[in-house]
């Protein structure tokens, strides 16, 4: 059996911290997708801690953690967080599990990143700069190197091969920052890499499913940033969406059960592209502000607004999510007034769907004000005692989306989540 949790935004929901709340309930966490560019927050003793390669079920010590085969990953990166997650009594070679499908970043991805990014200029994408669009562009050109490649002899001619052809195009870019340093702790990374659990994830994963283990698929980013059905070309380069589970891990859909939709209360997003509730103005501040709302990965601050249910609801029809839940409901306390987008006017007529290229367009969202709670709400244990407002503000987006919210997270805390 087979449970997703995944964004249903622009990333940063919260990712981490539910799937951490979840992980008792599972035998294996498995990463289905994504690379570095996420940064999954959780609390750990009262600690914060942010995860980028290793699943948010790391401080489980009976949970297997598995890095799938649809995962872009960065040796450098994991080594480093491997010894973070130790530092916390965590015996991480013990239960951490990497397939051997799973393609790795080189240097000269990171490389390429930077560079494709300085050359579009006004354009960009607004990329963590993690070498992920170009480590997917060597997966689907049929290029890359697999943690698999690591175990066969031939792995340095490969890299050195593969290294050619990128600093070729590095040159059509006129790239010239010397990335020998990169390399040095790259190549000492992938010693630690090899001596780590590689294994054949597929058969790794469907065996522990038949011998009735239960797993959690653990997404990155979210689904409006989805290769496919995000917004384009402002989007990371894998499928953030349930169907990213079966390819990223190996496993056949109809193993998967309950789907479970993360949204904050509001919306963010960090990088370009466009976003139709985004507030640049005071409020938008005051989200900023009281959501602490700057990137787990770059620093950089996160754009903000009210939540979008257009979005929401295309996100759980793309996703088949059985389940929403919503975080961050407390940064929206102090609202005397709150809004949501309820549709579009896009070009001037009213529309309650995602068009093709949101670029192509002037979207207005139409919005529907509620009154705010205006109550302290980070303490509350229990569904009856969360506000009256609060409550219609969740049913009305139950309505709208036709999925209802099962959990509402009112804190950061391990403990600060409400069960409906
Ligand atoms: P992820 O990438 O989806 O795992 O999310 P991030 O970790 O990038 O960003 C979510 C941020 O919100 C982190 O700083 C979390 O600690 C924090 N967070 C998660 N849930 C809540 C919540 O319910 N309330 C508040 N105030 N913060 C939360
Ligand atoms: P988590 O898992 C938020 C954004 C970047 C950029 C675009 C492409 O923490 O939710 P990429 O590095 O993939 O080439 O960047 O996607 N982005 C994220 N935004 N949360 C993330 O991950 C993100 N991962 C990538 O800001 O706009
Ligand atoms: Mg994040």
């Not at 190996?250 to 193993?255: E, R, T, V």
């Not at 006017?345 to 529309?351: N, Q, Y």
Request: charged share 25%.
């Amino acid at each position: 059996m087979v449970d997703a949790i995944l964004g249903l935004q622009w990333g940063d929901e919260g990712k981490g911290k539910i799937v951490d709340y979840f992980a008792p309930n599972y035998d294996i966490i498995a990463r289905f997708q994504g690379g570095p560019n996420a940064g999954h927050t959780l609390y750990v003793d009262g600690k914060k801690v942010v995860l980028h390669q290793i699943p948010s079920g790391a401080f489980h010590q009976n949970t297997i953690n598995l890095i799938g085969n649809g995962v872009v990953l960065d040796p450098v990166t994991l080594q480093k967080e491997c010894a973070k997650v130790a530092e916390f009594g965590v015996d991480v070679k013990k239960n951490l599990f990497i397939s051997h499908r799973t393609h790795i970043i080189l240097p000269t991805h990171r490389a390429l990143d930077k560079a494709s990014e300085l050359q579009k200029g006004h354009d960009k994408i607004g990329s963590t700069l993690k070498g992920i669009g170009p480590a997917y562009m060597d997966k689907t050109g049929r290029n890359g190197l697999r943690v698999g490649d690591l175990l066969d002899k031939s792995f340095t001619t490969s890299y050195i091969k593969l290294r050619l052809k990128h600093q070729r195009l590095l040159d059509n870019f006129n790239f010239q920052e010397d990335i020998s340093a990169w390399e040095e702790e790259f190549f000492e990374a992938i010693e630690f890499l090899r001596s780590l659990n590689i294994v054949n994830g597929e058969y790794f994963i469907n065996e522990k499913i038949a011998a009735g283990k239960k797993v959690l698929a653990e997404g990155a980013q979210g689904s409006m940033l989805d290769i496919d059905f995000g917004t384009f070309p402002f989007v990371t380069s894998s499928n953030t969406t349930t169907s990213g589970v079966c390819n990223g891990l190996g496993i056949a859909p109809q193993k998967i059960r309950e789907v479970m939709g993360v949204t904050k209360a509001y919306c963010t997003r960090v990088g370009s592209g466009p976003f139709p509730t985004e507030l640049e103005d005071a409020t938008g501040e005051e989200l900023r502000k009281l959501g602490n709302e700057f990137g787990a990965t770059t620093g950089r601050p996160r754009r903000c607004g009210w939540i979008d249910l257009v979005a929401l609801k295309y996100a759980c029809m793309i996703n088949g999510v059985t389940k929403v839940i919503m975080t961050k409901a407390d940064v929206l306390d102090k609202f005397k007034e709150l809004k949501l987008c309820t549709g579009y006017e896009v070009d001037g007529k009213s529309s309650e769907y995602i068009p093709f290229q949101m670029t192509r367009h002037q979207i207005q969202p139409v919005l529907k004000g509620m009154p705010g709670w205006d109550t302290d709400t980070t303490a509350i244990t229990s569904y009856t005692a969360l506000p009256a407002k609060m409550k219609e503000y969740v049913d009305f987006i139950n309505g709208y989306t036709g999925v209802k919210v099962s959990h509402i997270s009112n804190g950061p805390g391990r403990d600060q989540i409400v069960t409906v």
